[in-house]
C-alpha cells in the first residue's frame, strides 16, 4: 500500500465540500472522511510496526514508526476537531449570520489543513518536509482569520508573516544540509533515509549551521520561545476547533519535523552541540511561558500560553537526548495534544455560552454548565501535569532522566519554571471550575446543557475518548505503545 | 560538486548577485511602494539572469526551466500582482516608517557584516560557494530588517519575498541539485503564499482603512 494514500481522504473531502449543498451534508462528510482517514492511519500503522522497519524507504514518501505516531496523533485530533467543529459553526451561523459558503470554506480548508500535516509525516525528502510545513501555514491563515474581526486579521497577518520568515531559516538549514553532503562528495538526494546513513561522513560545520537555522525555523513554527509571539494571538483568536488542531497536532508536526533534523545532527555532531541549542530554546520557553499563564486574564490565551510551556518542555526532552528523556518527550506529545485538543474544544464551548474570554466572568463552570465544565476542568489539571493523567508521568521521565544525567542545573530549573506554571494553571482551573457564579451569568447558557443528549453525543464522545485516553496513559503505559516508543527513541538516537 | 562558477561567464554572474545586492539596499532607500515593488521585480530578474547563465555554464535543463521560472513568477506575475493590490488599496507612499531612512540603510550594513561573520567558515573551503551563502544570509536579514523598519503592508509582504530571494540564492549556490519536485514544490509554495498575503490585505485595508500594520498591535499579554 502506498502511503501517499494517507492524504487521498482529506483532500478528496475537502473537494467535496466545495460542492456539498447543505450545511448538514458537509458536517457528514467531514466526519466520514475523518473517520476513513483514521482508519487508513490505522492500518498503515499495524503495517509498519509489523514490518518493523520502514514503508517505501528510498522514495520520496516513507513511513516509519514515527511517523505513523504523528498521522496517528493528527488524525485522531482531526477527527475529533471534525465533530466540534459541526457544532461551533452550527452556532456561529445562527449569531453571525453565516451563509452556507462560510461552511464550505471553513471544511475545505479544515481539509486541506489536516492534509498538509499528514503530508508531514510521510515526507522522506527534506524539501518536501519543509513545503509541507510552510503548507499548514498557508492553509491555516484563512481559518485563523475566519471571524472578520479586527483582532482576527490582525493574528492572522502575524501567523502568516512571522512563521513565514521563521520557517525561511528552516529552509536555508535544508540547503545548508544539502550543501553539507554535497561537498562531502555524497549524493543523498536531500532524502532523510539517507541523511541518517551518511550523517557521520558530513562536514560538520555546515551541520551545525544547517541545525542551528533548522532549529530556528520549526521552533519558530513549534512556539518555542523567543520566537513564539505569533503563537498567543493567532491560537487565541482561531475558531476554538482550529485553535484545538494548531496546538495539538501542528506543534508536534514541528516538533516531528525538529526531531528529524535532531537525529541526523546527532549522528554527525554527538549529542552535545545539538542538545544544548534545543535546551536552550526549551528553558526559555518554559521561562516565558509561566509568568504568563500565571497573569493570564484571558482563557484561550492561557491555553496558547501552556502550548509553548509544554512544546518547550518536548524540546528539553529532545535536547537531553538520552533515551528515557525522549520517551517521555514523546509520549508528552500525545498526552499535550489530547489534553490541549480537550482544553480548546471545551474553551469554545464557554466562549459561545458565556460570550466572554475573561477568566473571572467565566467562572462557577462545573455548576453551571458541567457537561462542558467538568472535561474541561480535567483538561486543565491534565495541563497543569497532576496524577493520574499522562503528561504528569511523562514529565517525571524527562525531569528524571536530566536529573540522572547530571545536568542539575537544566533540571532544577526546568521543575521551579513547571511548578510556576502549575500554580497559575491549577489557580485559574479551580476560579473557572468553582468560581462565584455572577448573577447576570446565571442566564440561560446558549449550548450544550440542557439540549437532549443525541445532540451533544459527538462533544459526549470526545470527552469520553481523550479522558480515557489520558487516564489510561498515566497509570499505565501499554506494552505495544511501549514498544513502539522504544522503537521511536531508536530512530532518532544512533545509540539508544 | 558541480563547480558552476569555473566556466567563463562566471564574473557575469558574480554581477549579477552583486546587482540583487544593490536593489536589496535600494529598497531599503526607497519611499514611493511601486517603486520598492518594481525593485523586487529587478532583484529577480537579476537573479533569474544569473541562473540562466548557470544553465549555460553547466548544461542542466533543469537549471533552464528553473531560470524561465524565476524569470516569468518572480520578475512579472508577483510584482504584477502587488502592483494591482497596490492600485486598488490605493496606498502610494511609505510615509512615515517606523525607523528613519539613514539609520535604515546604517542598519542594513551593520546586517551584511553580520551576515559575512557568521558564514565565514562555509567560505573557507570553498570561497566562491561560501561569498553566495553570505549573499544568501545578507538578503534574508536586509529582507526582515526591511519588514520590521517599514509600516505598510505591502512592503512587509515585499520584505518577506526578499527573504526568498535570499533563500534562492542559498539554492542557486549548490547549483540548483535540489530535485526538480522539490524546486516546483517551492515555487508553488511561494505563489499561494503571495495569494494569501495579498487577499490579507485587502481584509485588513476593508477593516482598517488603512494598511499600516501599527494597527495590527492590539493583542497583548
Known amino acids: 500500500m502506498p502511503v501517499w494514500l494517507i492524504v487521498i481522504p482529506s483532500l478528496a473531502i475537502s473537494a467535496l465540500c466545495l460542492l456539498a449543498g447543505t450545511s448538514a451534508a458537509i458536517r457528514r462528510l467531514s466526519v466520514l472522511g475523518s473517520i476513513v482517514s483514521l482508519c487508513l492511519g490505522l492500518a498503515l500503522t499495524v503495517l ?22 504523528l498521522i496517528l496523533l493528527v488524525s485522531i485530533l482531526a477527527l475529533a476537531a471534525s465533530l466540534a467543529s459541526g457544532d461551533f459553526l452550527e452556532h456561529e451561523a445562527e449569531n453571525e449570520g453565516l451563509g452556507i459558503n462560510s461552511w464550505r ?120 520561545a523567543p520566537m513564539h509571539t505569533w503563537l498567543p494571538d493567532a491560537h487565541s483568536q482561531a475558531p476554538s476547533p482550529v485553535s484545538a488542531l ?24 554527538g549529542p552535545e552541540f545539538p542538545g544544548n541549542i534545543l535546551i536552550f530554546f526549551g528553558l526559555a520557553s518554559l521561562a516565558v511561558a509561566g509568568p504568563f499563564i500565571l497573569l493570564a486574564r484571558d482563557y484561550k490565551r492561557m491555553l496558547a500560553y501552556s502550548s509553548v510551556e509544554h512544546m518547550g518542555f518536548m524540546a528539553l526532552g529532545l535536547g537531553l537526548g538520552t533515551p528515557l528523556a525522549l520517551y517521555g518527550a514523546l509520549l508528552h506529545a500525545a498526552g499535550h495534544s489530547w489534553a490541549k485538543g480537550l482544553a480548546f474544544f471545551g474553551a469554545g464551548r464557554i466562549l459561545q455560552a458565556r460570550g466572554t474570554r475573561k477568566i473571572t466572568k467565566a467562572s462557577g463552570l462545573v455548576a453551571t454548565m458541567p457537561e462542558t465544565g467538568i472535561p474541561y476542568f480535567a483538561a486543565l489539571l491534565a495541563l497543569a ?39 497559575g494553571m ?71 | 560538486m558541480v563547480n558552476a562558477f569555473s566556466f567563463w561567464p562566471s564574473h557575469a554572474i558574480t554581477f549579477f548577485l552583486a546587482m540583487a545586492l544593490v536593489t536589496a539596499y535600494g529598497m531599503l532607500a526607497l519611499r514611493t511602494l511601486q517603486f520598492i515593488i518594481r525593485a ?70 551593520g546586517l551584511g557584516l553580520l551576515a559575512y561573520t557568521a558564514m565565514k567558515p562555509l567560505a573557507v573551503n570553498n570561497p566562491l560557494v561560501g561569498r553566495s551563502y553570505i549573499l544568501s544570509l545578507t538578503l534574508i ?11 505598510k503592508a505591502i512592503t512587509q509582504a515585499v520584505g518577506l519575498l526578499v527573504v526568498e530571494n535570499g533563500l534562492y540564492v542559498a539554492a542557486l549556490s549548490t547549483s540548483f541539485a535540489m530535485p526538480m519536485i522539490v524546486e516546483l514544490g517551492l515555487a508553488f509554495d511561494l505563489l499561494v503564499a503571495v495569494i494569501v498575503l495579498g487577499l490579507l490585505i485587502f481584509r485588513i485595508q476593508n477593516t482598517y482603512d488603512s494598511i499600516n500594520t501599527e494597527h495590527l498591535s492590539r493583542l497583548k499579554g
Not at chain 2, 524565476?70 to 488599496?89: A, C, D, N, Q, R
Request: charged share 10%; glycine share 10%; proline share 3%.
Open chain 1, 48 to 69: 509498519v510496526l509489523s514490518s518493523g522497519g520502514i514503508l517505501d524507504g528510498s522514495s520520496y514518501f516513507f513511513l516509519d514508526a514515527l511517523g505513523a505516531y
Open chain 1, 105 to 224: 470554506i471553513y471544511y475545505a480548508l479544515l481539509h486541506i489543513f489536516i492534509a498538509t500535516m499528514l503530508f508531514v509525516a510521510i515526507a522522506n525528502n527534506l524539501g518536501l518536509l519543509w513545503i509541507a510545513i510552510e503548507g499548514t501555514t498557508l492553509a491555516s491563515a484563512f481559518l485563523v482569520g475566519f471571524h472578520r474581526r479586527r483582532h482576527s486579521i490582525e493574528a492572522a497577518w502575524k501567523y502568516v508573516i512571522l512563521c513565514s520568515i521563521g520557517i525561511a531559516f528552516a529552509l536555508l538549514g535544508t540547503i545548508l544540509l544539502h550543501h553539507a553532503s554535497l561537498s562531502s562528495g555524497l549524493d543523498t538526494g536531500l532524502l532523510w533515509t539517507s541523511f541518517i546513513e551518511t550523517a557521520s561522513r558530513l562536514d560538520p560545520k555546515a551541520v551545525k549551521l544547517a541545525f542551528l537555522f533548522a532549529a530556528l525555523g520549526y521552533g519558530t513554527k513549534m512556539g518555542l
Open chain 1, 246 to 269: 494548531l496546538s495539538g497536532a501542528l506543534l508536534t508536526s514541528a516538533f516531528y519535523a525538529l526531531a528529524r533534523f535532531y537525529a541526523i545532527a546527532v549522528r554527525s555532531l
Open chain 1, 385 to 423: 501535569g497532576l496524577p493520574p493523567f499522562s503528561l504528569f508521568v511523562s514529565e517525571i521521565m524527562v525531569l528524571a532522566s536530566g536529573f540522572g544525567a547530571g545536568r542539575y542545573w537544566v533540571g532544577t530549573t526546568a521543575l521551579a519554571l513547571l511548578v510556576l506554571a502549575f500554580s
Open chain 1, 426 to 496: 491549577t489557580h485559574h482551573a479551580i476560579q473557572m471550575g468553582f468560581g462565584p457564579v455572577n448573577g447576570s451569568e446565571r442566564k440561560t447558557p446558549k449550548l450544550s446543557d440542557g439540549q437532549s443528549v443525541p445532540k451533544n453525543l459527538g462533544w459526549l464522545l470526545i470527552v469520553a475518548v481523550f479522558l480515557i485516553l489520558l487516564t489510561v496513559l498515566g497509570l499505565r503505559v501499554p506494552d505495544f505503545l511501549d514498544a513502539w516508543l522504544t522503537v521511536m527513541t531508536r530512530i532518532i538516537l544512533s545509540h539508544a
Open chain 2, 40 to 109: 523586487y521585480a529587478a532583484q529577480s530578474l537579476f537573479l533569474g539572469a544569473a541562473t540562466f547563465l548557470m544553465a549555460l555554464g553547466s548544461g542542466h535543463r533543469h537549471i533552464l526551466i528553473i531560470a524561465a521560472f524565476t524569470i516569468l513568477i518572480k520578475g512579472w506575475v508577483i510584482p504584477w500582482f502587488l502592483l494591482k493590490v497596490m492600485e486598488s488599496v490605493n496606498i502610494r507612499r511609505e510615509a512615515s516608517p517606523a525607523v528613519s531612512y539613514p539609520i535604515t540603510i546604517l542598519g542594513g550594513v
Open chain 2, 141 to 151: 536579514l536586509l529582507g526582515l530588517w526591511l519588514m520590521v523598519s517599514r509600516r
